[in-house]
C-alpha cells in the first residue's frame, strides 16, 4: 500500500517530467475495459502499480514505519495478553453480569434504598451490566469464533459502530456516576451538619439523570469522527476476492483533535484528577478517624477514671465510646474510597493514552493506543466487575441484607416444594 504523505520515491530521469503512467498500454487498456462499478480490474491496477515500483525503483516508507512508539520486549508482553484477551474479558463479563444484577436486587431491597449513596451505586450497577452484557457477543464473535477472518461485512461494521458507541456512552455515565458518589461522600463528610439539606433525594435524582443524559451530548465528536470505511482483499495474484468494511476515524480536520481532548481531558483526565483529591482527603479524613479511635481506646483504659474539681467534689468520668452512627460512617467512606481508588486505576492510564494520541498524533494512536485497546477494556471491565466483592467484604450491612435475601429465597422454595409434595401425596 503507497503511502500519502509518507511515500517517498527515487526516480531517475534527465529532465524530471515523467510520463511513464500514462504510456503504459496496459494502464490505458484498463482505462478503456474498467467495469461499470470501476473496480473489476482494481487487481491489474494493482499489479501495474508493483510493476511500476521496481522497474523505476520506487521506495515506498508505510505510514508509521519509522516510528518507535511502544516497541521492544513490553510490546510482545501485551500481545501476548491480546492473544487471550477475548476468554479473559468472557468469564469477566458473565462474573460482572451476575456480580452487579445481585448489587441492584441488594441495593433496591427497602432498607437500603432510601439511602442516596445507595441510589447512586445502584445505577452505577445497572450502567456497568449493561456494558457488560453487550460486550459479550462482541467478545465471542471477535476473538472467539472468528479471530482471523478476513471477510467483513457491512453489517459487522454497523454492529463495531453501535459497539464503539454504546460502550462509550454508558462507560461516561459510569465515570459521571462515580463522580457524584465522591462529591456526595466528601460533603457528607466534610460538611455534616449541610448535608441533609445539600444532599437530598431529589439532588439525587438529578445526579442519576445528568449521569445519562449528559454521555451522550458529549460524545457527538466520535459520531461523526469514527465512521464506516471500505477496503478490498486481495489473493496473491492480485484479483480482488471480496470487500471488506471496518470502523476507523478520520484524521482530517480539527473535528479529530477536539475529539480526542473532549474524550482524554474532559470525560477521563478531569473525572480523574477531582478524585484523586476527593479520595486524598477521604483517606486523610479516615486516618484522623483512626488517630481519634485509638486515642479513645487509649484514654478508656486510664485506670484513674475520677477527677477532682476545684470545689473539692470527687465525680466519675464515663468512658467515651465511638457510636454506631460513627462507626458505620467509617466502614462505609472505606468502601468508597476502595471503589475510588479502583476507578482510577482503571481510567487514568486510558486518559494519559488518549491525550498523549491527541498530542502526538496519528502514529502513536495507530501504535500504542491500538495496542492496549483489549488491556483497557479488561481493566475497565474488571472495574466494573469487582464492585459487588468491595461491598460484600467491605459493608457489614450489604452482607446482612445480601444474607437475608439468599434465605429468605432458600425458604420460599423449601415452602414450596414442602407444599408440591404434600399436594402430591393426597392425590
Known amino acids: 500500500m503507497l503511502a500519502d504523505n509518507d511515500t517517498h520515491s527515487d526516480i531517475g ?13 496496459r494502464f490505458i487498456s484498463i482505462l478503456k475495459h474498467r467495469g461499470p462499478n470501476h473496480t473489476n480490474n482494481i487487481g491489474d491496477v494493482i499489479k501495474v502499480l508493483e510493476d511500476w515500483r521496481s522497474r523505476y525503483n520506487i521506495s515506498v516508507v508505510k505510514e508509521c514505519e519509522k516510528s518507535e512508539y511502544c516497541s521492544g520486549e513490553f510490546r510482545d508482553l501485551i500481545l501476548a495478553y491480546n492473544s487471550i484477551h477475548g476468554y479473559v474479558s468472557l468469564l469477566v463479563c458473565l462474573f460482572g453480569s451476575l456480580a452487579n444484577a445481585l ?12 439511602t442516596p449513596i445507595n441510589r ?38 454497523v454492529y463495531m459502530l453501535f459497539h464503539s458507541h454504546f460502550t462509550q456512552i454508558l462507560h461516561t455515565a ?3 456516576l462515580t463522580l457524584s458518589l465522591a462529591v456526595w461522600r466528601y460533603i457528607a463528610i466534610k460538611y455534616p451538619t449541610y448535608s441533609p439539606s445539600l444532599c437530598t433525594d431529589r439532588r439525587c435524582t438529578i445526579a442519576i439523570l445528568l449521569s445519562f443524559v449528559l454521555p451522550p451530548i458529549l460524545c457527538i465528536p466520535s459520531y461523526f469522527v469514527f465512521t464506516i470505511h471500505k477496503d478490498f482483499a486481495f489473493d496473491k495474484s492480485g484479483h480482488m476476492l471480496t470487500k471488506v468494511y471496518f470502523v476507523d476515524s478520520d484524521y482530517d480536520g480539527s473535528l479529530y483533535q477536539i475529539n480526542f481532548w473532549v474524550h482524554a481531558v474532559l470525560i477521563k483526565l478531569l473525572p480523574c484528577v477531582i478524585l484523586t483529591v476527593i479520595s486524598a482527603w477521604l483517606v486523610r479524613a479516615l486516618y484522623r478517624a483512626n488517630s481519634r479511635k485509638k486515642a479513645l481506646k ?43 481508588l479502583l476507578f ?3 481510567e487514568f492510564p486510558q486518559g494519559i493514552l488518549g491525550l498523549l494520541s491527541g498530542v502526538l498524533g496519528r502514529c502513536f494512536f495507530k501504535q500504542c493506543y491500538d495496542l492496549f485497546g483489549e488491556l483497557m477494556d479488561a481493566l475497565a471491565l474488571l472495574n466494573g466487575a469487582i464492585n459487588f466483592v468491595l461491598y460484600c467484604s467491605m459493608s457489614r450491612q450489604f452482607r446482612t441484607t445480601f444474607g437475608q435475601m439468599i434465605r429468605n429465597r432458600c425458604a420460599t422454595a423449601q415452602r414450596a416444594n414442602s407444599h408440591t409434595e404434600l399436594q402430591t401425596t393426597y392425590v
Open 13 to 25: 530521469g534527465s529532465n524530471g517530467s515523467y510520463n511513464f503512467f500514462f504510456e503504459d498500454p
Open 103 to 114: 448489587n441492584v436486587a441488594v441495593l433496591t431491597r427497602r432498607d437500603l434504598a432510601v
Open 120 to 157: 447512586l451505586l445502584k445505577w452505577l450497577a445497572v450502567a456497568d451490566v449493561f456494558v457488560m452484557l453487550e460486550y459479550v457477543p462482541f467478545a465471542i464473535y471477535r476473538y472467539l469464533l472468528f479471530p482471523d477472518q478476513e471477510e467483513r461485512p457491512y453489517s459487522w461494521a
Open 174 to 176: 459510569s465515570i459521571l
Open 298 to 340: 487509649g484514654y478508656s483504659a486510664c485506670p484513674a477514671n475520677t477527677v477532682v474539681n476545684g470545689n473539692g467534689n470527687v465525680f466519675t468520668r464515663k468512658s467515651t465510646k465511638r457510636s454506631k452512627a460513627e462507626r458505620r460512617t467509617d466502614r462505609t467512606t472505606k468502601m468508597l474510597v476502595a471503589v475510588l
Open 344 to 346: 482510577l486505576l482503571t
